[in-house]
């Protein structure tokens, strides 16, 4: 119990130092200063999902069977390969191998890490302390961000490839803090061939979320609303250079971003306990929705742009609790990995069509359509929150 125990502040570490990452906030640049259009990059950011579509249930699948620490050191290992290619080749073919190679070192991590610590505090006892952990994880990861945005940007200054190095060395040191972790596990099917683990894993994860109403929706909700944002920050990047903005002053604005975000996993707790949960989900969106259409407006584009990281963050760690709620011990890590499945779909229509909207009209025209597309979102959300089926299950 005590190797168990010390899961939940090695998780804080790895979270910190595995998100120390100086290439976040450059690598459309990185890319750009290639020669590679706006285009060329929704497609490999369209590559990268549909990686993570590709392989992400059978990596939680790999994680529930075989264990999330393993699945969670092979995410990192890949990672390196990512790294290594962007360094060294700048052919076209390379780098789609090399978004790849991402797309599937995220889906090692995407639902193991977390099925990892919420069934460590369930072991232990302490499954009601997950939104805590989640909001304080949230904060470390923000921090790491902020870091890095900061740091980045000024590194791309000197060189881009030296942003891709020193991450070199950084997925080294989360390497060794996975090693230090102590698996939870939940399987027993021994007997069965590996073929068969995979296949009754695979239909019985997909049946409780299918059968599961609420899990479905509460899936789907995140979806729908992280990807608008997660698009809005990665076009943000050049859309503020054209703006006038610095590479150095870019890294300070993403680096805001970031910062907000953490000061969100900081308020979650706060915000769910006083508003519960379809306050929650009614209004902390809404707040999403508004930021959306005020970034329209290119002289103050900068102040929503920073604010709408605190909404997502307390969004992602409200609703990652209520997911795990009611997501089974043994299944989860599989579960979880259908929702980044969903969130991968969606990214893979939106990012490249904003990307070719935005190359063809502008980034203003883009945001416009963005907001637009939020908007539609939110009634959707309106919707699914009144239907009988959402409503059966509280939480």
Known sequence: MK????????????????????????????????????????????????SSMVFEVPTGMIADLFGRKLSRILGVFVALMYITIMLVFDSYG??????????????????????????????????????????????FYQLAMTLSLLIGGYIAMIRFELNFQLMFGIYVIAIVLLALMKD?????????????????????????VLSNKRLFFLILISALIAAPVTTIFFFAQDYLLELGYTRGMIGVFLAGHSLCAA????????????????????????????????MIIPSTYVIPFVLIGFFDSVFYVVMADYVNKITPSDKRAT??????????????????????????????YANIALASITTIVYGILLVILNTEHFNTYKL
């Open 94 to 139: 390379m780098i789609v191998l090399a978004f790849t190679l991402l797309g599937l070192s995220y889906t090692f991590e995407s639902g193991s890490g977390e099925a990892l610590v919420y069934d460590s505090l369930k072991k232990l006892g302490k499954a009601d302390e997950f939104i805590h952990f989640n909001g304080r994880k949230e904060v």
């Open 335 to 364: 579960v979880l990995s259908l929702g980044a499945l969903t969130f991968s779909v969606v990214m893979i229509i939106l990012f490249p069509l904003v990307g070719l909207f935005a190359e063809q009209t502008s980034f203003f």
């Open 184 to 208: 939870v596990t939940f399987q027993n099917l021994t007997n069965h061939s590996i073929v068969l683990r995979f296949k009754h894993h695979f239909i019985d994860s997909t049946k409780i």
């Open 3 to 50: 190797a168990i125990e010390r899961n939940i502040p090695l998780d804080y570490a790895h979270t910190f130092v595995r998100n120390i990452n100086f290439t976040h906030g450059i690598w459309v640049m990185y890319l750009l200063s290639k020669e590679f259009t706006l285009f060329d990059i929704g497609v490999f950011e369209s590559v990268f999902h549909i």
């Open 263 to 294: 000061l969100g996993g900081f308020f979650a707790v706060k915000i769910e306990k006083k508003y519960r949960e379809q306050k929650v989900l009614k209004y902390v969106p809404l707040f999403i929705l508004g930021m959306f259409w005020f």
